[in-house]
């Protein structure tokens, strides 16, 4: 069965610091990920996804990801953290042989002035 | 513009009611889905549907009824038989049922017990 974990329920950084968000997934064969950012009282929105084709994917608002098949992760980062990014983040995944996507619990950004 | 619009924002049921959350799009998606969030639990699929007069039980349907009369139309019912109905709602849509589609999301709509 797939799922996803999502490392620290809330991450605190610095405005200008590096924002490293981090998802691992379990999946029996390779999978599509994604990430998604809820904003209060809002719906998800997407980030970016990884489908097939290059393991680097950039995505909105200067986030990118790495899809590292070895570790199993897909880690969301973005090099300088600007107030308006802190939200709550969702990593995703689903993979052939299913319908559903699986999110992660959720990781709540706060940026510091 | 497109997107999925969910009504009402807030709601709130009485002990024995049950309540009828709204949810349309106008992005001609064929796939709609319906998630629970509670805080710190991510997201869970409570119905799916891929395409009109047609859904599947997601992981916690009990309690809640769907119908898919028309292609741009997806509203849930919380019965009475939901023991623990507080929590904010999603709907969502995507082109198809196909792993490799996001999903696009409407606002939410909070449930509250009076």
């Known amino acids: 069965a797939q799922s996803v974990t999502q490392l620290g329920s809330h991450v605190s950084v610095s405005e200008g610091a590096l924002v490293l968000l981090r998802c691992n997934y379990s999946?029996?064969?390779?999978?599509?990920l994604f990430w998604y950012v809820q904003y209060p009282n809002q719906g998800l929105q997407l980030l970016l996804k990884?489908?097939?084709?290059?393991?680097l994917v950039k995505g909105i608002n200067g986030f990118e990801a790495e899809f590292k098949k070895s570790e199993t992760s897909f880690h969301l980062t973005k090099p300088s953290a600007h107030m308006s990014d802190a939200a709550e983040y969702f990593c995703?995944?689903?993979?052939?042989?299913?319908?559903?996507?699986?999110f992660g619990a959720g990781t709540r950004l706060f940026v510091k002035a | 513009d497109g997107g999925i619009t969910q009504s009402p924002k807030y709601l709130f049921r009485k002990e024995g009611q049950n309540v009828t959350l709204s949810c349309e799009q106008n992005?001609?998606?064929?796939?709609m889905y319906w998630y629970r969030q509670d805080p710190g639990q991510g997201l869970r699929l409570i119905y799916y549907?891929?395409?009109?007069?047609?859904?599947q039980k997601g992981d916690i349907a009990e309690g809640y009824s769907v119908s898919r009369e028309k292609k741009e139309s997806f509203p849930l019912t919380v019965t009475s038989a939901q023991k623990n109905p507080t929590a904010f709602y999603l709907c969502?849509?995507?082109?198809?049922?196909?792993?490799?589609?996001?999903?696009?999301f409407g606002d939410g709509t909070r449930l509250s017990i009076l």
């Open positions: 992005l001609n998606h064929d796939a």
């Open positions: 549907s891929q395409i009109v007069n047609d859904f």
């Open positions: 990884y489908t097939t084709g290059a393991t």
């Open positions: 995703a995944v689903s993979q052939d042989g299913g319908f559903k996507t699986i």
């Open positions: 969502a849509s995507s082109l198809k049922v196909q792993l490799n589609q996001p999903q696009h």
């Open positions: 999946s029996s064969v390779p999978p599509y």
